[in-house]
């Protein structure tokens, strides 16, 4: 497609109930992100994907956050037993180049509109 | 560990005023730096980066950067605001060196044009 789509772009969950969320990046896209934008923050950085290699979780909050991107495309973010903590919309973002080695190509990133996770 | 700060919560401009959206940062090294733009119910969107050369960065929609590397800043500007430009506004940061480095975003500015 011409951009990075998401779903289900609304959410509303049980406490206590999985969640999976789907990002679609820009076709030939190596570089893929999740973000998570807790109300009225800027976006805070999840893992990140090259290809389907998962190069970095260190932002994911807890081990009930699980994230894939199993044939280097379509990724999928989990998250397992639900917390009113975990409501937030849930950005994707992808680059065409590597975020691995820098230098003057370094590009932008193209984002999703988000899936708005609600958990009561 | 690379930051980014966005002093001010919320910017007023009156149409047709410059505009300026203040953003500092801290990194080892030397930075990549970024400014996006988020319209309601909107993904972010890419406005411009400062990656080497210039420190002047023009971007999107008119607007424009300047790499200060000494108060390490990069403010973002535009000569003549218009109502159209009110959204949130959101600085990153990204480290050079070898390796993943992320991208760190400040907390935002909403700025608000009035007409």
């Known amino acids: 497609g011409a951009g990075v789509s998401q779903s289900p772009r609304y959410k509303v969950a049980k406490r206590g109930q999985d969640v999976a969320l789907r990002c679609d990046p820009i076709s030939g896209h190596v570089s893929l992100f999740w973000y998570q934008q807790a109300l009225g923050q800027g976006p805070e950085f999840l893992t990140y994907f090259q290809n389907e290699a998962q190069l970095d979780k260190s932002g994911l909050p807890s081990d009930r956050f699980f994230a894939e991107r199993p044939e280097g495309s379509v990724s999928t973010l989990k998250i397992q037993r639900t917390q009113q903590e975990d409501s937030a919309v849930y950005l994707c973002a992808s680059s065409l180049v590597r975020w691995t080695s820098g230098g003057p190509n370094t590009g932008e990133l193209f984002f999703g509109e988000g899936s708005r996770l609600t958990v009561l | 560990a690379q930051s980014v700060a966005q002093p001010e919560d919320q910017v007023n401009v009156a149409e047709g005023n410059p505009l300026t959206v203040k953003c500092t940062y801290s990194?080892?090294?030397?930075?990549?730096l970024f400014w996006y733009v988020q319209y309601p119910n909107r993904g972010l969107q890419f406005l411009l980066k400062?990656?080497?050369?210039?420190?002047l960065v023009k971007g999107s929609y008119g607007f424009e950067a300047e790499f200060n590397k000494s108060q390490t800043s990069f403010h973002l500007k535009k000569p003549s605001a218009l109502v159209s430009d009110s959204a949130l506004y959101f600085c990153a940061v990204r480290g050079m060196n070898t390796g993943f480095q992320k991208l760190v975003f400040g907390t935002g500015t909403r700025l608000l044009v009035s007409p």
């Open positions: 990194v080892s090294g030397n930075p990549y």
């Open positions: 400062y990656i080497t050369g210039d420190n």
